[in-house]
């Protein structure tokens, strides 16, 4: 009977502490408040973001993503720097026009020498000297499809790396044209050779030596392209086996714009080695 009784009370008690212990649970201490976020000037910009994905995928060997990641960051906020870092991107991927344009405009900007430097040696770099002379002096020149001359020989002045055209006039002397190609870095120089034009008036015979001279000439100057010719098409074979062993996408895209141009270059001189070899030998034949 005692021990029915303590049972009895010992069931309030036992509620009593459940509940003491529940409610001593809920009061948990109060959360603490998250921190205040960072204010917008602490945050990195768009344009940040977007240049050091750029260096990323520069880091990585991917030179025409990081070109993207650059263009992206100009097109926000056309800040110089983005200038100069976006022409050693296009430099590296053998667009030198482009990359020549974006160096001229960071340039102007007027950056310190700490960093004017770099730009100028990459701009001497990608736009090396070109000497231009020629037997008579004197000619006129014309580069490409440029409708100014550029001076009469000879002329040293600075051209973008990659193949040229160069255009040749005189009063007294027939016109004429010679394909180049301007290696980056390589200061490069050329010899041009007028002919005379043909008199309209004298003896047979002094026709026949003029004939005969200009013929001479042709060949020599058929001769000439011819090897010219060969060399860019070597030259144009060693670029594309770099090509095709390449292990970067970089390198596989400078690789096949130098094979392009070598091809472009020797197709030019081919052309004009026939062309003077043809006439050449058409006035040797000519001739009574």
Not at 121 to 130: A, E
Not at 190 to 212: C, E, F, M, R, Y
């Amino acid at each position: 009977m005692s021990c029915l009784k303590l049972s009895s009370l010992a069931w309030p008690i036992a509620l009593s502490l459940f509940a003491g212990s529940a409610m001593a649970k809920s009061r948990k201490a109060p959360a603490e408040a998250p921190p205040p976020p960072l204010p917008a000037s602490v945050l990195p910009s768009r344009v940040e973001q977007l240049k050091s994905a750029a260096d990323e995928a520069f880091r990585q060997g991917d030179t025409l993503r990081a070109l993207a990641f650059l263009e992206q960051a100009y097109a926000t906020d056309p800040q110089p720097g983005i200038l100069a870092s976006r022409g050693l991107m296009l430099e590296r991927l053998g667009d030198f026009k482009r990359a020549a344009a974006d160096f001229d405009a960071y340039l102007k900007t007027a950056p310190p020498p700490e960093k004017r430097t770099p730009i100028e040696t990459s701009l001497r770099r990608i736009r090396p000297d070109l000497l231009i002379g020629s037997t008579p002096a004197g000619l006129v020149i014309h580069l490409d499809d440029a409708p100014e001359p550029l001076g009469t020989t000879p002329v040293k002045l600075p051209v973008l790396a990659g193949a040229h055209l160069i255009r040749f006039s005189h009063a007294d002397y027939l016109p004429g044209d010679l394909a180049v190609v301007v290696e980056p870095g390589q200061e490069a120089a050329v010899q041009l050779i007028a002919l005379s034009k043909p008199t309209a008036v004298g003896p047979a015979q002094s026709d026949n030596s003029q004939n005969q001279k200009l013929g001479l000439t042709g060949l020599g100057i058929g001769a000439a392209s011819g090897l010219l010719g060969g060399t860019m098409f070597i030259l144009m074979s060693s670029a594309r086996d770099d090509r095709d062993t390449s292990t970067t996408r970089a390198d596989w895209t400078r690789d096949d714009g130098r094979a392009e141009v070598y091809q472009a270059a020797g197709a030019a001189a081919l052309g004009v080695a026939i062309t003077a070899l043809t006439g050449g030998l058409f006035l040797l034949w000519s001739e009574p």
